[in-house]
């Protein structure tokens, strides 16, 4: 049908333009030049103006449609291209996931494109390398390819792995801060370079990138946390501090801060008396015992005490630290091991015989102990067989070789760290018998 509507308009037209041209038969003047003119019938010049304007558009609209069709091709077959490229990654991504690194890395390397052509691509082959246990070809791969895709944070987070897998910090630490630079928003990013930092002892970058994080966090849930973190990475650079006075200062300042953090406390002791300060010292342990009452704070302060031959001091500190926190064990065990050092015999069995001192091995043994000094041996060898137990410490407690964690009773497992065969008795791991026997049972991921 389509076909005798067209010879229908195509007779129609000619026999209009027969018609307009046997009206027009006149001959009129057409200067093709300034010098050259062509008579022509009228009806003729204008059909042929017609025609040839008609010719022209037929040209361009032909010329149109042939651009738009390359263009359609081309696209096509770039639509192609990338459908294979996206299938190609697919399947090395699942034979990444699925622990076949050979597989996926003859995908990635049969496509007709180089791999560093692709970022995609380029941070699978380096997974496969980084899966198989070889980062110097993960290295070699992403060194090679970061120069045509440029900074690219995903793969330069996977060269700071592969040069941390060396034993190259610095070079590890150059990736990742080229990799925050280029995404300064990732959280993740900003918490590698921070531990990278603090690998490597520059604590005042970490405290600083620490900051960073913490302004730009979200999660309520994750703030006590991270702000720990801080104050301890506040802690390390103080500490840091070749000056012994500014470095006190600054863990007093801390410690005033964070109170509940003991380690600012003792270290700020610890420094005042390096720089000869020895009031500023003391005074530091006991601000730190009035926020709790750390062992390793009245130990500083005994010491300190001994060694100005001012004993009597610390016996008060001590009961007066007894008194505030009557529920601490420690502490009135620790006073009953004082006294019982300085010959206060009475007064350490009036702590002892207590019922506020509850059955624990370490009382039985200052019981012991006060036995002892006073001469009564029968009670004190009761007291330290107490305190040993009834196996006199032999057995139990056992203590894992692998993580040091300890439990009553022996299991093939250690519940802490899920390595086989690390549990050792107590008399084993006094006489050095630590030795892994199943080193090659790895801790299982949960």
Request: proline residues 5%.
């Amino acid at each position: 049908m389509g076909y005798w509507l067209t010879a229908i308009a195509a007779a129609a037209l000619t026999i209009a333009a027969g018609w307009f041209f046997l009206l027009n038969g006149g001959p009129v003047i057409v200067r093709l030049a300034p010098s050259h003119t062509v008579a022509a019938p009228l009806g003729g010049a204008l059909l042929g103006a017609f025609f040839a304007g008609g010719a022209v558009v037929g040209l361009l609209a032909t010329a149109g449609a042939g651009l738009r069709g390359w263009r359609a091709i081309g696209a096509r077959r770039r639509a192609r291209r990338e459908a294979r490229r996206v299938e190609t990654l697919a399947r090395a991504h699942q034979l990444v996931w699925t622990g076949d690194a050979a597989r996926a890395r003859a995908e990635l390397l049969r496509a007709p494109e180089p791999p560093d052509s692709d970022a995609s691509r380029l941070a699978l082959l380096a997974e496969t390398h980084l899966q198989e246990g070889d980062p110097s070809a993960a290295r070699a791969v992403l060194e090679g390819g970061l120069p045509q895709v440029g900074q690219e944070p995903r793969l330069l987070d996977l060269l700071a792995q592969a040069a941390e897998a060396l034993g190259d910090r610095r070079a590890a630490l150059d990736a990742l801060q080229r990799a925050h630079t280029a995404l300064p928003t990732s959280p993740r990013l900003a918490a590698r370079l921070r531990d990278g930092y603090a690998a490597t002892g520059r604590w005042e970058e970490a405290v600083a990138m620490q900051a960073d994080i913490l302004l730009r966090l979200r999660s309520p849930a994750l703030l006590a946390p991270e702000r720990e973190r801080l104050v301890g990475l506040r802690y390390e650079a103080s500490l840091a501090e070749p000056d012994d006075l500014r470095a006190a200062r600054q863990l007093h300042g801390l410690a005033r801060e964070a109170p509940e953090f003991v380690p600012a406390w003792v270290s700020a002791g610890d420094r005042y008396a390096r720089a000869g300060r020895s009031f500023h010292a003391r005074r530091a342990w006991k601000r730190g015992l009035r926020q709790r009452p750390a062992a390793v704070l009245l130990d500083r302060v005994d010491a300190h005490d001994n060694a100005a031959g001012q004993s009597a001091r610390t016996t008060r500190l001590f009961r007066r630290v007894a008194a505030r926190h009557p529920e601490d064990v420690g502490v009135t065990l620790r006073l009953a091991r004082h006294l019982l050092a300085h010959e206060a015999f009475d007064e350490a069995a009036g702590i002892l015989d207590t019922g506020a001192v509850p059955v624990v091995p370490q009382a039985d043994a200052l019981r012991g102990e006060l036995a002892r000094a006073r001469g009564d041996t029968a009670a004190a060898a009761n007291g330290f067989a107490r305190a040993l137990g009834a196996d006199l410490g032999l057995t139990a407690p056992w203590r894992c070789a692998a993580c040091t964690a300890t439990t009553a009773t022996w299991t093939a497992r250690c519940s802490a760290c899920g390595r086989w065969d690390t549990l050792r008795a107590a008399s084993e791991d006094a006489g050095g018998s630590s030795s892994l026997t199943s080193d090659s049972l790895i801790r299982p991921e949960r």
